[in-house]
């Protein structure tokens, strides 16, 4: 019997939302590919066809929880009061762990490989976050004259600056969080202090 692209998309959600609810309970580790493949109600092979691995469902969780964040964050930004460059970046990371709260207890698996800064050039769904969360910090730098420090090397930068805030993230216990919130204030500082330099250098060569 020819299984339909609906059925598909209704047994692949299915899937993430399972897994999702395995993970908060039994944790990362102790929930196998046989758990989640036995409460969707399918076979283990048919769990493969959509998810290689158990990295790959949280992996796909991931770019989906944040998929929204970058769609919505450069249009509130221009509509609302003006901020400085370090204000948005740390409006749109903060953005992103809201949405990525809901995995915080089981992100660090899929930190340590698919959003890895080793991990960059990928096409799968970690790659495109990658490409779309860069994207909106290339628009926010933008609007403040960045355009031109915020080169391959820079965004590099960003991108290990961003993972490692959110792999002090996941294992946080202050209140609040509060201990990372520090950490990406003063993280960020440190970054934009140092594209401010980049951005008056290629300034100057430009007058030259």
Avoid at 9 to 14: D, G, I
Avoid at 21 to 48: Q, Y
Avoid at 167 to 190: G, H, I, K
């Amino acid at each position: 019997m020819r299984v339909t692209s609906e059925t598909k998309t209704a047994t692949r959600q299915r899937i993430l939302d399972v897994a999702q609810e395995r993970f908060a309970e039994l944790g990362f580790e102790a929930t196998t590919t046989r758990d989640i493949a036995s409460a969707a109600k399918i076979a283990v092979g048919t769990l493969f066809n959509y998810f290689p691995t158990k990295e790959a469902i949280v992996e796909c969780l991931v770019t989906e929880a944040c998929a929204g964040v970058a769609d919505k964050f450069p249009r509130t930004a221009i509509a609302g009061e003006q901020r400085s460059l370090e204000e948005e970046l740390f409006a749109h990371i903060a953005a992103v762990m809201r949405k990525l709260n809901p995995f915080r207890k089981y992100l660090l698996p899929v930190l340590e490989t698919s959003f890895s800064p080793l991990a960059a050039g990928r096409d799968d769904g970690a790659g495109s976050m990658r490409i779309v969360h860069l994207e909106t910090v290339t628009q926010i730098g933008a609007r403040h004259g960045c355009e031109r420090a915020l080169s391959t090397v820079a965004l590099q930068l960003y991108w290990t600056l961003f993972t490692g805030v959110l792999a002090f993230w996941a294992n946080d216990r202050s209140p609040r969080q509060e201990d990372t919130l520090a950490l990406l204030d003063q993280s960020l500082a440190m970054f934009v202090g140092w594209l401010t330099v980049q951005k008056d250098s290629d300034s100057n060569l430009t007058k030259e």
